[in-house]
């Protein structure tokens, strides 16, 4: 059997009704099936995540591969991904996604007609209402183009060559969701390394998954705690794990006065629900950049 073009590599962590609905979308494309494998890679689960995989497997033509990797963290299992997909691309998605009938099949167009190295889609959140999530800055317009230093595309809807991602090392593995520590960053720090090898970056936005978060990350305290490892993800991206002490030093005093100035704002000013909201999260963000200087975290 002929190896196929796209790999979509799927990671997943306790998560198995939502991996239910993401594997429908994705044996349900309007694609050829022998174009298309699908990798799940079960980030140590103790759910029924490997009996769904198994059910998903019966009465359909898609070729869906299993593989657990006890390692925790995002990046690791996205490495492993890679390492066991056998498509010149690999697609990424997220476990909380559903790719819409037509994705895969404008994805191919799309690599086949640029010569983009990476190619990333939108992503909608239909928790609003079916709304663009614009405040994650995932909707770069309604034109294909090639994309500019400062722009990145998201990790849940990310094509890439495979042989790219082995080439300059996968995702490092200090960055990305890790169980219930929620950091980030590890796709931005990818696309920066390939730029800055000279390779391009296409987005496509006629190539969509709808995002469908759980209830529990809809919750503010859910929110909030995404804002702290946020922050520490800022830090660690910027200045690595083991960062100089003149970095700490600065990271840690503008973190400090920045959260007491969010602070004073929402406590002296008259502001809405939403905007006080905005001012806790950037509160908890400086905080996990503080943390992160001072390594606590």
Excluded at 94 to 114: C, G, I, M, N, S
């Amino acid at each position: 059997m002929d190896d196929p073009i796209i790999s979509v590599v799927v990671c997943t962590w306790n998560r198995c009704e939502l991996l239910r609905r993401c594997l429908t979308s994705l044996c349900k494309q309007t694609i050829n099936p022998s174009n298309y494998e699908v990798v799940v890679v079960d980030n140590n689960s103790t759910d029924e995540t490997p009996s769904v995989v198994r059910e998903m497997t019966v009465g359909t033509p898609v070729k869906i591969l299993y593989v657990r990797e006890t390692r925790q963290g995002l990046s690791i299992a996205r490495n492993r991904g890679v390492e066991i997909s056998r498509g010149e691309y690999v697609w990424f998605v997220d476990d909380d996604a559903v790719a819409r009938p037509d994705a895969l099949q404008l994805l191919f167009r799309a690599l086949k007609e640029t010569t983009a190295d990476i190619i990333g889609g939108r992503v909608v959140d239909v928790s609003n209402g079916g709304k663009q999530g614009a405040d994650l800055g995932l909707n770069l317009g309604c034109e294909r183009r090639f994309m500019v230093n400062g722009e990145y595309v998201w990790g849940g809807n990310m094509a890439i060559r495979r042989s790219l991602v082995q080439q300059i090392g996968g995702f490092r593995e200090d960055l990305g969701c890790s169980g219930s520590k929620r950091l980030v960053g590890e796709d931005t720090e990818m696309c920066d390394r390939i730029r800055k090898a000279g390779n391009t970056i296409c987005w496509e936005p006629s190539v969509i998954v709808d995002h469908c978060p759980s209830e529990e990350r809809l919750r503010c305290t859910a929110r909030v705690k995404a804002a702290f490892f946020y922050g520490v993800a800022q830090v660690r991206q910027r200045f690595g794990v083991n960062a100089r002490l003149g970095n700490r030093c600065y990271v840690a005093a503008s973190s400090f006065i920045a959260m007491l100035l969010y602070f004073l704002c929402c406590v002296l000013t008259v502001c809405s629900r939403g905007r006080c909201i905005k001012c806790v999260m950037h509160i908890f963000r400086c905080f996990g950049k503080l943390a992160a200087a001072l390594g606590i975290y």
